[in-house]
């Protein structure tokens, strides 16, 4: 069964960081693309960043090129997101999702784990 | 950079057809594949139509999506509505900037 299990969310103060998890179990981590989503309260999804599944390629949204970096090792499993900066508009829920292999689907999500910036 | 434009919310029956509508701001809506989502709350999405208009299994076949260039426009068909059909439905496609882009979603409410 694919499972993706998100973590590293929480409370932090603007212009603060955090790092966000991603881990993955159910299918060969390292043969898939995968992205970062994220939804405001009561908002919709926008999309946030890509990795390819070497992790060679790598794509950011503008609100956050600059201040986000993606990162995977698929020794580990693991898909990551390095947040720095952070501003109020940034708090949201964040999810991982994988990529259907040669197409632009986001074909299984996590649950996604909350980051809130606040002072 | 295109936007994509969904209605905020639409209703109707049980058992009734609902149509969602999503509309590309820019460039044809046949250039790159639309997908569409369902989240329920407090859940993740799913996929409910990829590909302009493929089923992923376990997906009922209540559910079908087109896309019509005339309008632009991408939309996803309910058809025989039931309860657990309420949630939120996304339409998602890929700009030439290699960006995924999301409509604002569609609140539907089955009454």
């Known amino acids: 069964e694919v499972q993706l299990v998100e973590s590293g969310g929480g409370l932090v103060q603007p212009g603060g960081s955090l790092r966000l998890s991603c881990a993955a179990s159910?299918?060969?981590?390292?043969?898939?693309?995968m992205n970062w989503v994220r939804q405001a309260p009561g908002k919709g999804l926008e999309w946030v960043s890509y990795?390819?599944?070497?992790?060679?390629?790598?794509y950011y949204a503008d609100s956050v090129k600059g201040r986000f970096t993606i990162s995977r090792d698929n020794a580990k499993n693991s898909l990551y997101l390095q947040m720095n900066s952070l501003r109020a508009e940034d708090t949201a829920v964040y999810y991982c999702?994988?990529?259907?292999?040669?197409?632009?689907?986001?074909?299984?999500w996590g649950q996604g784990t909350l980051v809130t910036v606040s002072s | 950079n295109f936007m994509l434009t969904q209605p905020h919310s639409v209703s109707e029956s049980p058992g009734k057809t609902v149509t969602i509508s999503c509309t590309r701001s820019?460039?044809?809506?046949?250039?790159?594949?639309v997908q569409w989502y369902q989240q329920r709350p407090g859940s993740a999405p799913t996929t409910v139509i990829y590909?302009?208009?493929?089923?992923p299994s376990g997906v009922p076949d209540r559910f079908s999506g087109s896309i019509d260039s005339s309008s632009n426009s991408a939309s996803l068909t309910i058809s025989g509505l039931k309860t657990e059909d309420e949630a939120d439905y996304y339409c998602?496609?890929?700009?030439?900037?290699?960006?995924?882009?999301f409509g604002g979603g569609t609140k539907l409410t089955v009454l």
């Open positions: 998602q496609s890929y700009d030439s900037s290699n960006h995924w882009v």
């Open positions: 999702a994988r990529v259907e292999g040669g197409t632009m689907v986001l074909d299984y």
């Open positions: 159910g299918f060969t981590f390292s043969s898939y693309e």
């Open positions: 590909e302009d208009n493929q089923r």
């Open positions: 820019s460039g044809s809506i046949a250039s790159n594949y």
């Open positions: 990795i390819s599944s070497s992790g060679s390629t790598i």
